[in-house]
C-alpha cells in the first residue's frame, strides 16, 4: 500500500498570519493535535502542533522573567528564540522544516518515518501542492482493515474506494468527510474517522451501503466528544 492509498485528502490547514488563539481553536474544533500551515499558493511552509503551542506558552512565560541573551552562539540564534517566545501568529512558532512524502511513497516508508521522527502524521504533497495528510491512526487502520497494513491494493478496491469517496462528498453534509476515512478491502468498506452525531455516523454508512460493489460495510466512525 501506498500514502494514496490511505491519505485523507480534505485536510485542516491554517495560514501564516492566522494568530495562536485562533490556531488553538482550530485543534480543539476539529478534534486534532497539529494542523499544516499553508501559504497562498497552496505550498505547505510549516506545521503546528499542540507542542508548538504548549512549549510556546511556557517558554514565553520563563523567557520574560529569564531572558539571557548571552546564553545563544549567535545573533541569529537568539532573534529566532525571541520571535518563538512572544510571537503570537502560527508563522512565529511553527516548524518549518516539515517532514512530508508524496503520493506514491510506501506505507512502510511512512511508518519509518513517523517513528525515527517522533512524529504523528505527514502531509502528502504533489507538485508542490497539499494534497492530504496520513497519521499514525491512518496505519493502524490500514492494519485493522486489512489484517496486514502494507499490502498492495488491487485496482478494482481503489476504484470502488474513489467511487464511494466521491458520492458521499456530493451528499449536503459533505464537511463530514473532513474526518473521515474510507477503505476497501476485496469490496468490503471500512469507515475510519470522527463525525459529529449519531445522525451524521448512520448517513455515511447507508451512503456508503448504497454504492454498487460493495459488499459490506464496517462502521468504526466515533463521534466527537462533546
Known sequence: MKARDVTVSHVITVGPELDLKAVANTLVANGISAVPVVAIDGS???????????????????????????????????????????????????????????????????????????????????????????????????????????????EADEALRKVIVLNLRKLPWTAAMATVDVMVDRGIVNLWGLVRNEEEKNAIRVGAEGVPGVRAVNDHLRIYPS
Not at 506545521?47 to 512565560?61: F, K, P, Q, Y
Not at 503520493?103 to 511508518?111: F, S
Not at 525515527?116 to 493502524?140: F, M, Q, T, W, Y
Open 44 to 154: 505547505v511552509v510549516g506545521i503546528v502542533s499542540e507542542g508548538d503551542l504548549m512549549r510556546h506558552a511556557v517558554s514565553g512565560a520563563e523567557r520574560k522573567r529569564f531572558w539571557r541573551p548571552e546564553i545563544f552562539s549567535s545573533s541569529e540564534q537568539l532573534m529566532a528564540e525571541f520571535v518563538k517566545a512572544h510571537g503570537r501568529k502560527a508563522k512565529d512558532v511553527m516548524t518549518r522544516q516539515v517532514i512530508s512524502v508524496d503520493p506514491d511513497t510506501l506505507l512502510q516508508e511512512i511508518a519509518n518515518l513517523l517513528e525515527k521522527h517522533g512524529i504523528k502524521r505527514v502531509p502528502v504533497i504533489d507538485n508542490g501542492r497539499l494534497v492530504g495528510i496520513v497519521s499514525r491512526a491512518n496505519l493502524v487502520q490500514a492494519l485493522a482493515s486489512r489484517g496486514l497494513a502494507f499490502v498492495d491494493v488491487t
